[in-house]
């Protein structure tokens, strides 16, 4: 009788174990990938090399636009090369909501698609 009460006690103190340690392998996870997240973001805060724009052209191979410094360039990416193919003057460009810089941020995006399905009412009621 005493063995079978000895084996629950350590049935549930070798479930807690486990459990403890995958919450503290969790919170490590947790932790080191918001450091590496800021650290990659403070290393391409400052950066002269912004991606502007990508179009895909095949499985492999990509058109973009991209800004290093003050000029702006299309490029030819594939799987092994890239190839500049034009400058382009800043006022050919067209870029959304007539801003210097590229599509914006997850909150520009989020408000775009709120907007395109929640338009407001000219009169303030809701249907």
């Known amino acids: 009788m005493i063995l079978a009460v000895s084996g629950r006690t350590d049935s549930y103190t070798q479930f807690l174990t486990v459990l403890l340690l995958f919450l503290f392998v ?4 947790y932790a080191v990938t918001k450091w590496t997240a800021g650290y990659q973001k ?5 950066a002269n090399v912004e991606v502007l724009e990508t179009a895909r052209l095949a499985g492999s191979k990509y058109v ?8 702006y360039l299309a490029v030819a990416v594939c799987k092994d090369t890239v190839t500049m193919l034009a400058e382009i003057a800043e006022q ?12 914006g941020g997850f909150r520009d ?5 709120q907007g395109k399905n929640f338009p407001e009412k000219e009169d303030g009621r809701d249907e």
Do not use: C, H, Y
């Not at 969790?26 to 996870?29: C, S």
């Not at 050919?92 to 599509?103: E, F, Q």
């Open 42 to 46: 403070s290393q391409g805060a400052n």
């Open 64 to 71: 973009q636009i991209v800004r290093v410094g003050r000029r």
């Open 26 to 29: 969790l919170f490590v996870t």
């Open 109 to 113: 995006i989020l408000e775009k698609i």
């Open 92 to 103: 050919d460009l067209v870029l959304p909501d007539g801003s210097k810089r590229g599509a």
